[in-house]
């Protein structure tokens, strides 16, 4: 009786989104944490990420994370700190190189583009993104409080004092 092994391999296959975001808005800094999610049947093993700069945006952390394995039908996540210069039309796109090996040892690059939506104030106001308080309501706000101050000093000075 002979015994006949058979190899079952296919490419795996990763899917790459954002899954948080603190930044909102251009011309802002802040973490970004990126959702790795194994949608194939096998394993990858040394998964690598590396993350390019563009013209709109800036990585600050360091530019490449190091995953390790990432079994099948699992995730991980991936954090990154970035400053956003500036949005075409709300969208900034971030490259993102995989470098990974299957179970057989095949290794794999990947390249991907995840896109970070930013929003313009009015429309972080409207979706309740943001409070919609500027800081000139605040100076504002410290004049008025002052202006009171000093009209409430004068006014007390002048009144006679009684006995």
Do not use: C, H
């Not at 092994?5 to 909102?24: H, L, Y």
């Amino acid at each position: 009786s002979d015994i006949l092994g058979i190899v079952v391999n296919a490419k795996p296959e990763i899917s790459v989104r954002i899954d948080s975001s603190a930044i909102k808005s251009a011309g802002s800094s802040g973490k970004i944490t990126l959702k790795l999610v194994n949608l194939g049947i096998g394993d990858v093993r040394f998964l690598n990420l590396k993350f390019s700069d563009t013209p709109d945006l800036t990585i600050v952390s360091g530019n490449e994370q190091y995953i390790g394995q990432l079994s099948s039908d699992d995730y991980d996540t991936a954090d990154i700190n970035a400053y956003v210069a500036r949005a075409n039309e709300g969208i900034v796109e971030i490259p993102v190189t995989l470098d990974y090996s299957d179970a057989m040892g095949n290794s794999y690059e990947q390249n991907e583009s995840v896109v970070l939506r930013i929003y313009s104030a009015a429309e972080q106001r409207r979706l309740g993104i943001s409070s919609g308080k500027s800081p000139l309501w605040i100076l504002l706000i410290v004049i008025i409080i002052a202006v009171g101050i000093v009209f409430y000093r004068k006014r007390k000075r002048r009144s006679p004092k009684r006995q």
